[in-house]
């Protein structure tokens, strides 16, 4: 696959301009603060944008610090990112999430560019690769039953793990 990225990232880049942008991508060009990202990524899994967005803004106003979302009380958390998905479960990552961040990390979110993907994708399309694969997750690979059928880069993609799709 990654000898056709040039093509694949084309492809996606032209079907993913009508889709709207992402809540995580939101969240990073209207505050451009890598912690509210972390945030918001972990209160989107399996939720809809909509509801991470309330959830995510009625969070953001009590704590926008690791700091201060650590010392509010659990069920206080969950009351205000209720009903994400798995809310009870978020809510205990976020505080654990925000003890690491303090305790290891002097509470700064680290910067992960040396990890897996960024070792196979050229540095070229960093800023947009996340970008894309959400929305392009979003619309048309979708995790239960990907609409193959419709994908554009379908002659590029080995559908590991694929047993159902549209
Ligand atoms: S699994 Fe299907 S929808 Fe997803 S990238 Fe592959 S071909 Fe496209």
């Known amino acids: 696959m990654t000898?056709?990225?040039?093509?694949?990232i084309k492809l996606l880049k032209k079907d993913c301009g009508k889709y709207t942008n992402p809540i995580v991508t939101e969240v990073s060009d209207l505050t451009k603060d890598p912690f509210k990202v972390l945030i918001s990524c972990v209160l989107s899994l399996r939720t809809k944008d909509q509801?991470?967005?309330k959830a995510a803004k009625r969070l953001f106003e009590k704590a926008d610090t690791p700091q201060k979302l650590l010392?509010?009380?659990?069920?206080?958390?969950?009351?205000?990112i209720y009903p994400v998905g798995f809310y009870k479960t978020k809510a205990r990552n976020l505080k654990?999430?925000?003890?690491?961040?303090?305790?290891i990390y002097n509470g700064e979110v680290p910067n992960d560019f040396e990890d897996k993907l960024m070792k196979v994708i050229p540095k070229k399309y960093w800023h947009d690769y996340n970008?894309?694969?959400?929305?392009?997750?979003?619309?048309?690979?979708l995790s239960v039953s990907p609409l193959c059928s419709k994908c554009v880069v379908n002659k590029y993609c080995p559908k590991i793990g694929v047993k159902r799709s549209r």
């Open 96 to 103: 654990e999430i925000c003890k690491d961040l303090i305790e």
């Open 51 to 53: 509801t991470t967005a």
């Open 3 to 8: 000898k056709n990225i040039d093509k694949i």
């Open 71 to 80: 010392k509010l009380y659990l069920k206080e958390i969950e009351k205000l």
């Open 131 to 141: 970008d894309l694969l959400v929305k392009f997750g979003q619309n048309v690979c």
